[in-house]
């Protein structure tokens, strides 16, 4: 799986949108975008996985660039709960009956949500 | 459903003693993944399984870990002897097979075994 690039940190005013942006320059083909995040102490929760178009749910946007080789995951409205760390990770995924491939996470970006 | 449980949620042990991490996927998921999470080394993988068969234990650091899935609803991970420099969070996470619509291969973690070896 390609590695990824992202910020140590960032900080976001409450009720502002959050930009958290990722290199993924040797991204392949097959390989999706994946964000998770992890709130202190507990397990990376899934926010918002894509291919190549941009992406939305009721967390967030993911927003591909046309080279696929970086992306940006928007928080519209940051909250105080947004405080976690942001993890982007690329990862292969294959069709029903192949291997799936493992999630190998980075550092990630430790955004802080400021009131 | 419960999600993904583990036990114990903490463990706390003297170096040399064996310490078995027991984890319960979400029912229907073909996927089971043990991960350690510490300060220094962040989340790393430990080994996968697929339909309780080991996929990649590459990252098993030594002949120390060891993991097994006898059935689809229960795996354990067991250090054996334990070691301070194994004190971490320990994650196991489920998932389906990614197959399109709103089955999103999307992995789903426990809460953590939390590890003390002393």
């Known amino acids: 799986d390609a590695k990824t690039t992202q910020p140590t940190s960032m900080d976001c005013a409450e009720g502002r949108a959050a930009n958290l942006p990722c290199n993924h320059s040797?991204?392949?083909?097959?390989?999706?975008v994946y964000w998770y995040r992890q709130i202190h102490s507990q397990g990376p929760q899934y926010i918002i996985h894509g291919l190549k178009n941009n992406e939305t749910n009721e967390m967030a946007s993911l927003i591909i660039t046309e080279d696929r080789k970086s992306s940006t995951l928007i928080l519209p409205h940051a909250t105080l709960r947004d405080t976690a760390v942001y993890y982007c990770?690329?990862?292969?995924?294959?069709?029903?009956?192949?291997?799936?491939?493992?999630?190998?996470f980075g550092k990630g970006t430790k955004l802080s949500v400021k009131p | 459903d419960a999600g993904v449980i583990q036990s114990p949620r903490h463990e706390v042990t003297e170096m040399g003693q064996e310490v078995t991490l027991r984890c319960k996927p979400i029912s229907g998921h073909d996927y089971l993944f043990w991960y350690r999470q510490t300060m220094m080394r962040g989340l790393e993988l430990l080994i996968y399984f697929n339909n309780n068969v080991p996929i990649d234990d590459s990252g098993m650091p030594e002949d120390r870990f060891s993991a097994k899935m006898p059935n689809a609803s229960f795996s354990t991970l067991k250090i054996q002897p334990s070691e301070p420099r194994d004190s971490a969070v320990y994650f196991c996470?489920?998932?389906?097979?990614?197959?399109?619509?709103?089955?999103?291969?999307?992995?789903?973690f426990g809460e953590g075994s939390r590890l003390t070896v002393l």
């Open positions: 990770i690329v990862r292969v995924v294959l069709n029903y009956g192949g291997s799936q491939g493992n999630l190998i």
């Open positions: 040797t991204i392949s083909g097959n390989e999706y």
């Open positions: 996470a489920s998932s389906l097979v990614p197959g399109g619509g709103l089955n999103t291969g999307e992995l789903f």
